[in-house]
T-cell receptor, first 112, second 108 residues
């Protein structure tokens, strides 16, 4: 149990379908981050929230991607019209400068 | 060129050997993190450094801010240390920038 719960752990979907992932921090943190990791690479930043406000989005986050954190606690990441290039591990993390970071176990997406 | 470079990319060693993984970065940072990732994806934070050296059990992390370089050392390595070790830097106050990771395999 890492302190950040992600659901589902694995998702296989057909190209063109929409998928939604959820991230639940066990304890309250102001900052919540989404990263994407492809095979053999380090994670890449997607977006982050300060409470419920989405403060930064990477250019990796195309119009098909949307993230929310409606109450400043859990967050969702939705991908519309999935493409094979979206196949990756999607990681959620909480924390920040002085506190270190806590990562979830990730959601592995496979688009077939 | 990536902002964070790790070497080696892959490392295989025998149980008991002393392990060193290196991380070089090209930007000014407020902190550097060493992370461990096991198969299945979960990432565990090992160290957060802004200067000097930290030690936790058999793991030691050092950083040289002037040279923009950090090392992670494992003494008396064990097969359970097999994992991907990732260096990540904090250029500002917000998001981490990650290296590509070093895959470590310790054989019994």
């Amino acid at each position: 149990d890492t302190g950040v719960s992600q659901d589902p752990r694995h998702k296989i979907t057909k190209r063109g379908q929409n998928v939604t992932f959820r991230c639940d921090p066990i304890s309250e943190h102001n900052r919540l981050y989404w990263y994407r990791q492809t095979l053999g690479q380090g994670p890449e930043f997607l977006t982050y929230f300060q409470n419920e406000a989405q403060l930064e989005k990477s250019r990796l986050l195309s119009d098909r991607f949307s993230a929310e954190r409606p109450k400043g606690s859990f967050s969702t990441l939705e991908i519309q019209r999935t493409e094979q290039g979206d196949s990756a591990m999607y990681l959620c993390a909480t924390g920040g400068t002085n506190y270190g970071y806590t990562f979830g176990s990730g959601t592995r997406l496979t688009v077939v | 060129k990536n902002e964070v470079e790790q070497s080696p990319q892959n490392l295989t060693a025998q149980e008991g050997e002393f392990i060193t993984i290196n991380c070089s970065y090209s930007v000014g940072i407020s902190a550097l993190h060493w992370l461990q990732q096991h198969p299945g994806g979960g990432i565990v934070s090992l160290f957060m450094l802004s200067s000097g050296k930290k030690k936790h059990g058999r793991l030691i992390a050092t950083i040289n801010i002037q040279e923009k370089h950090s090392s992670l050392h494992i003494t008396a390595s064990h097969p359970r240390d097999s994992a991907v070790y990732i260096c990540a830097v904090l250029p500002g106050a917000q998001k981490l920038v990650f290296g590509q990771g070093t895959r470590l395999t310790i054989n019994p």
